[in-house]
């Protein structure tokens, strides 16, 4: 008997968000929860995993996992191909939003804000601190340009591994960081029956604004 999707149905009763207990500033909460997070997940070298969202120039969306590299009062940052399909939507349009789903907590951290490149200085420290394979492997892949087959990929990868004949790379030009400054960031608490806690901050005028959402 296949399990049907509509009968599956789980009840959150873990943890809440106390109106009287809450923070007034989101981004020391997040990274509360993104600590919690990395201790209690199955996986916990995941915990910085994130879906993030982007539009094309055409309004239409895309969405892909991430993983986050960094946060502060400045921002949220990840790294890829500025090539790429998400760094053309970026840079068409910064507008973008990230997903952060911690099941074993059952927690959901929404992210909305403008995205901009890092500087390059940043790119190159964080560049410099990646294993060596990931370095060469970041000039072997033209990240989201279509490839005939697999071999052509590793073709590429003995082609830089060659050129770099065992040191470390260089950063590419075209790879690099983003961040993502929050306009609104939204915390989700599962709760029993379905009336889940939600707070949302604003931003406004540098101070963040905090109201409570219906479920
Ligand atoms: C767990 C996980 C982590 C990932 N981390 C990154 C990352 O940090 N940077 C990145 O460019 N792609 C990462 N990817 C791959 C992206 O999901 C995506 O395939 C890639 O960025 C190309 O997306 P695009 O064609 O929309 O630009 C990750 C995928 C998974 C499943």
Not at 138 to 147: E, I, K, V
Not at 194 to 207: C, Q
Request: aromatic share 10%; net charge neutral.
């Amino acid at each position: 008997m296949p399990l049907s999707l509509a009968q599956m149905r789980r009840n959150y009763t873990l943890y809440g968000l106390r109106d009287d207990l809450a923070q007034d500033d989101p981004i020391a909460l997040f990274g509360q929860w993104l600590e919690q997070a990395r201790k209690t997940e199955v996986a916990p070298v995941e915990a910085n995993s994130m879906a993030l969202a982007t539009v094309d120039s055409e309004g239409h969306a895309h969405c892909r996992i991430l993983l986050l590299k960094g946060f502060s009062d400045q921002g949220f940052t990840f790294f890829g191909h500025y090539q790429s399909a998400k760094g053309l939507e970026l840079a068409s349009n910064p507008h973008a939003a990230m997903t952060f789903f911690w099941p074993g907590l059952e927690r959901q951290v929404r992210i909305e804000g403008t995205v901009a490149r890092l500087a390059p200085a940043l790119c190159d420290e964080y560049f410099a601190s990646r294993p060596l394979a990931s370095q060469v492997g970041a000039w072997a892949s033209p990240q989201s340009q279509p490839l005939a087959h697999r071999a052509e990929l590793e073709g590429r990868l003995r082609d830089v591994t060659q050129r770099f004949a065992g040191h470390h790379p260089p950063r590419p030009r075209e790879w690099g960081g983003y961040c993502l400054r929050p306009e609104r960031v939204e915390f989700w608490q599962g709760r029993a029956d379905r009336l889940h806690d939600r707070l949302d901050y604003r931003r406004h005028d540098e101070a963040w604004q905090r109201s409570r959402l219906a479920p």
